[in-house]
């Protein structure tokens, strides 16, 4: 047996490790301090009431023959897929239920949507990244263009005719930077996708953290866009579902490639390779979209953009550049003094006992930049804010 | 965008859908009849009360912040990890923790496993077969030899030296014929694999149904096999996980083709296309392994396993030739008269009111044959016995 080479190819990223390294290094010369972490990627609140109690609801059907449940359709519930076109519907966008995926989280769809391209195909990534996007493409050895995003245009890279790409990734509100597209700048990316017979993977897992209404929540709020893209959503952040697991994914039935239905070939890799998301799990998704639901989680969300605005308040005061912070939980900071990304972190660390991800872990353009997020407790954060005033 | 037109070599496969269509038709002319399927290839009992319990307390955590769950490890919690290690070395396999990767189930990674090898291998496959393994190589490009199963070697094809292969697949307890391999066939298999350098993908999702001490529950009890198998299991039959979903596979640290280690290929693998399964999901198929946990799902095996040895008394009576049925809830037999599979399915359909899933739809060496399961209610068996003793 001949293994895939292109593994071979794969980079081992140390970001998080060398992170965890030096913090625990320097705990244990500073055995007094309290370090702060600014660096957390995951939800601290727990699930809303509404979801527990679905989550019990299920488990009871699932313990009494009459209401037991086994295989599922491939695609999702029925229950599931209406309720995410109503959620789609009150953002204006009319899906179709065949439309909609069900899956275990966005990462899962985010790096199997590739089976049914060829490999042959050219990718567009920005830089900084989610670093899903370029490992699962060089797993299967396609050529990666990277398009800068950077302080010039505020980490908002907008198309190049001069370059062709047949696959694109675009992250809005991006990780790692927050920074959120509007109407005007996706639609030159539908645009360049339509006259490039591009196709367009567009990640809006962070889309909840949308409070501008002048935003749009999804690619299929641009017009034309159900002709070149696929979404891939995640309750994850949206009702801190990271450890839950649910997603999905929209297919629209107008995405022609080929001659050939994309949704046609999704539904048999899925019908394939997968066999549905959890029941339980399924009708925990569900009570996200109920009115108390969307209530409950409108609470936890206001949390963390209550944090974000502390912090991005502060980096204000401080003089910093920076993007995100406001439809994001993210904020993506110049360093100050034209230090590295790396060298911040290790003046924070030393300084302020503040940890969070130095930009350059993201890509080449990602140097010099320095992440936090709005995921810790209030008491952190105000801490946090407290010690950042000092620097 | 150029698709990947090797989906375009996927045949569809009518099998379920002719079945309900003829049933469909034949409900509708005769409406008094009582149509009975032993077609049915899912769980039909409830989670048990161990799983339960286990899931309403692991609901809880999730509620509490204290107590509540993010992202968790991809490759599983430590905690069910250690579990399955403790249910094999019961039947004398020791693993290593990082040998064992928690799953959505055994189709998602008997699918996603060949992300890690080259398209470019030669494929071994047995006809009759569950269409996953066919499908998911189609899709790839890969090239498919098959191996006869069939009644001269009662559907435990064994390995020709003259035939190369890369990738092998086996099942067993086979998936349709319930005919399960023994210590002696599964060593040979190994060796040829250690021969010439090929890889096995061992299907053992039937194994719980294996009451006969003898015979292997896990490609590992072969001596050798961890330098040539992965194996491949679910608690889809094990503990009615079908709308659960979880499962698990077992990539041998010693395993190693082109001097990679296969695990580190997979571990990359799930680390970046997969976030791991729902921590409350993973908490219910811990509970499977308890004391009580296997005290209450061996009560569901055993009854599936009663209906199947009532099925196989009454086809022994009628002098039918048929595999399985003792170690697996499936039973595969020969039609009388030399019936085509299709012709069997409407004769006993229109004669008996019976519905079984006709062999053809399986491969080639399917036509001929008949697989019914064991899964239905007690009921609807003893009444499915009582018509068949009229034939």
Partial sequence: MKINKNYLNLEDSYLFSTISKKVHAFKENNPNSKVISLGIGDVTLPLCKSVINELHSAVEDMGKAETFKGYGPEQGYEFLRSSIKSYYESHNV???????????????????????????????????VYPVYVDTNIMSGRKILYMDANKENNFLPLPDCNIKADIIYICSPNNPTGAVYNHEQLKKWVDYALNNNSIILFDSAYEAFIGDKSLPRSIFEIEGAKKCAIEFCSLSKTAGFTGTRCGYTIVPMELVFDNVKINNLWLRRQTTKFNGVSYIIQRAANAVFSKNGQQEIQESIGYYKENAKLLSATLNKLGFWFVGGTNSPYIWFKCPQNMTSWEFFDYMLNKINVVGTPGAGFGKNGEGFFRITAFGSRENILEAVKRLQTL
Same sequence: chains 1, 2.
């Fill in 94 to 128: 009319k899906l179709d239920l065949n439309e909609i995926f069900i899956s275990d989280g966005a990462k899962s769809d985010v790096g199997n949507i590739l089976d049914i391209m060829e490999n042959n195909n050219t990718v567009l990534i920005p830089d900084p």
